[in-house]
């Protein structure tokens, strides 16, 4: 097997690692309000605060450690995420549980920021959209077989194993990445006021609001997939796995979509009617949530298409580092798990804020208000781009 494939397979392992740690709570949110007697609303927000802290450590952590060499940079990070997530398995209350993510997410947008990074020296230029595609796919693999499995695990011998589960899974992934991992790659190092201009192209900013919108759009009704499949739509506890099982197959199915779009040229311009397909659907979606095979449908292609710009935005972002801001390079890596981690604090509030006034089935309403934002904000960002082929 080619070293590339066998690079390629363990940073879609990367992602599968951090996707576990980072959804698991969505599927054991009822087991944590149970063990540390606290509100399911109240759990929620280990969501929020997970993404809100991820988002804002990353650039700090990103910018500050460019001036280190990447392999010992991701190598360090990952230890330190062993370690948070090893705590989180061993928390006794609430406010435990909540330092231990904060420790993960400090860590984690830094470390898939590193993996892109890296995925876009390794690979073919030809082989770069896919490649990034299939770095997405280990997160919706997560959900797939992660997350069902971790609560499979929460459910038959307690949620602190499932925590456990991916401190093993990081081992494993340290182990492969102390060898496969290239020693010395090309850098640029400059300092942050340089790497922070990138920020400052309307290309980026555009971008990265898109990225949050539609990251709230999709966590503003994720945030409570359990409850909306057992209490909304009636699906019993025992069904649940499966449920999860085939939403998270739809999402794989999403990415790699993605990757198919984000080799066209004109990748961005398709990217509208999705969204309007988007605001439809959330719109309706109260209605459909009184029957469960509409319901459960209706959230299927919702999970198929909310986040299809994911590979088109990251090599967006790449190709403009590349272009004009190569000391940015990592930078850019991180932009698009950045802002979709501000997206995802933003949606999981606005769905904890709604639940209560307007009730579980409707909080998909919010969720349509930013699907709209993100609507308008790719026609402002195709005509930024225009504006700069143009020139």
Not at 90 to 117: E, H, K, P, W
Not at 329 to 346: D, E, K, M, R
Request: hydrophobic share 55%; net charge positive.
């Amino acid at each position: 097997m080619k070293k590339f494939t066998l690079q390629s397979i363990v940073f879609v392992l990367v992602a599968f690692m951090l996707g576990c740690n980072e959804f698991i709570v969505v599927g054991i949110l009822s087991d944590l309000a149970k063990d540390f007697s606290v509100s399911l609303a109240t759990v929620g927000y280990l969501v929020t605060i997970f993404a809100t802290v991820y988002a804002v450590s990353t650039p700090f952590i990103t910018v500050l450690t460019s001036r280190f060499p990447r392999y010992k940079t991701l190598l360090t990070l990952i230890g330190i995420f062993f370690v948070g997530n090893t705590l989180s398995g061993l928390a006794t209350n609430f406010v435990f549980m909540v330092v231990s993510r904060i420790l993960t997410a400090m860590t984690a947008g830094s470390i898939i920021s590193l993996v892109m990074t890296f995925s876009s020296q390794i690979a073919p230029r030809e082989k770069r959209a896919s490649l990034v595609s299939w770095v997405f796919a280990g997160f919706s693999i997560a959900s797939v077989f992660g997350v069902p499995i971790g609560v499979a695990i929460s459910t038959s011998i307690g949620w602190r194993y499932a925590f456990f589960s991916i401190s093993v899974l990081t081992l494993i992934v340290f182990g492969l990445l102390l060898f496969l991992l290239p020693r010395h790659v090309t850098q640029t190092t400059s300092s942050i006021k340089n790497q922070l201009a990138l920020l400052l192209d309307a290309r980026i900013y555009l971008g990265v609001a898109l990225v949050l919108f539609s990251a709230a759009a999709m966590y503003g009704y994720y945030t409570y997939i359990r409850p909306l499949l057992t209490t909304a739509m009636g699906f019993s506890l025992g069904s649940l796995n499966w449920l999860l099982f085939i939403i998270g197959i739809m999402s794989i199915i999403n990415n790699r979509l993605s990757g198919k779009l984000a080799e066209k040229a004109d990748s961005l311009h398709r990217l509208p009617k999705f969204y309007i397909a988007d605001i439809i659907l959330l719109v309706l979606l109260p209605l459909g949530l009184s029957n469960q095979m509409v319901g459960l449908g209706m959230i299927l292609v919702l999970t198929l298409i909310i986040t299809i710009l994911n590979a088109p935005l990251q090599l967006h972002f790449l190709n403009i580092a590349d272009a004009d801001y190569p000391q940015s390079l990592v930078l850019a890596s991180s932009l698009s798990s950045i802002f979709f981690n501000f997206g995802i604090s933003l949606g999981s509030a606005t769905a904890s804020i709604l639940v209560g006034p307007l009730g579980l089935n409707r909080i998909s309403f919010g969720s349509a208000v930013f699907a709209a934002i993100a609507l308008g904000l790719v026609i402002a960002l195709n005509r930024a781009n225009k504006r700069r082929v143009a020139h």
